[in-house]
């Protein structure tokens, strides 16, 4: 059997390196995505470590600009001319308001707009695999986006309430890999979103590792990075999720999203996010 690759975006910590780690160990090619060649270099240090005979390759890219996200897909693309599985699986949360490279709020940019648009530059690599699947690190946090949003890009003035904004982007996961299975219905390909728990990662630290992260300040109370990366690598690996596309998974397991998931919202969610980023790379000519 050939071997197959994925792309794990966010794999320097965290879940997604557990979660590199583990597919490594099973065979897999893993395309570790980092924002920058340093941390990329950390990355795969621990890896190979980890996993003396696994297959890692680095591919960078800071998803806060989607000119470089575009960058990132061209360099999976030489990469891997058939990509088997896309785990998307950056993503954090910001405690103040910022915004991208293209004006668009940091949380929304990075958690749900950046994996829209490497998906859909990275869709003819995974319709060319036997079994493609787009897999979403979403968040039991999910419920907590406002509801009936209508304009999904709108940063709303007044107070910035992180949690909020960040539940926004949990539920854009859902709503994402939702519509994206319906558009890819008659293909080869499937897209799953799973939650991965309460995880001790550096989750919450916004990036500076000079600060503590949500889960080093109750640390004891959370699930280390493994067993936060399992549910993702069984919607990479196992055959059992393709029968079942579309899905939100917790513990290895579907189940019922939150109300707020609706197509309507999916659809709406859809033709914005769209809009941007053709917009955002026209103009950097991408
Ligand atoms: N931890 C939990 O309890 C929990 C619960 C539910 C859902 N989640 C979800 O799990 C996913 C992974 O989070 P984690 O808990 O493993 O956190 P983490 O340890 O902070 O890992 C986040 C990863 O995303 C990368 N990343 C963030 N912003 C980026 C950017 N602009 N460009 C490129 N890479 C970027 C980080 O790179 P750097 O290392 O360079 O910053 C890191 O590799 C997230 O989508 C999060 O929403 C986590």
Do not use: C
């Amino acid at each position: 059997m050939s071997q197959k690759t994925v792309l794990i975006t966010g794999a320097t910590a965290g879940i997604g390196l557990a979660g590199a780690q583990e597919l490594g160990r099973r065979g897999w090619k893993v395309l570790v995505h980092a924002r920058n060649e340093a941390r990329g270099k950390g990355a795969l240090e621990t890896l190979r470590a980890a996993v003396p005979r696994g297959d890692f390759d680095v591919v960078t890219g800071d998803l806060s600009s989607l000119k470089s996200v575009a960058e990132l897909a061209r360099q999976v693309a030489a990469k891997a001319p058939v990509l088997d599985a896309l785990w998307n699986n950056a993503g954090g949360i910001q405690s103040e308001r910022k915004a991208s490279a293209d004006g668009v709020e940091l949380q929304m940019a990075v958690n749900h707009l950046a994996a829209f648009a490497l998906t859909s530059r990275l869709l003819p690599q995974l319709k060319a695999a036997p079994a493609g699947r787009v897999v979403a690190t979403s968040s039991g946090a999910h419920p907590l986006a406002p509801g009936n949003i209508q304009d999904w890009f709108l940063d709303r003035p007044g107070k910035y309430r992180p949690m909020q904004v960040y539940g926004q982007t949990k539920l854009a996961n859902i709503l994402f890999t939702q519509e994206l299975n319906r558009r890819l219905a008659g293909t080869s390909v499937t897209a799953h979103s799973f939650h991965p728990g309460f995880v001790r990662t550096s989750f919450g630290s916004g990036g500076d590792p000079s600060k503590k992260s949500v889960f080093e300040m109750m640390g004891f109370l959370a699930l280390p990075p493994e067993k936060g990366a399992d549910t993702g690598v069984f919607l990479v690996d196992d055959p059992e999720p393709a029968k079942t596309p579309g899905r939100y998974w917790v513990k290895r397991k579907p189940k019922n999203p939150s109300g707020k998931a609706t197509l309507e919202a999916g659809a709406r969610l859809w033709a914005q996010s769209e809009a941007l980023v053709e917009k955002a790379w026209q103009k950097a000519e991408v």
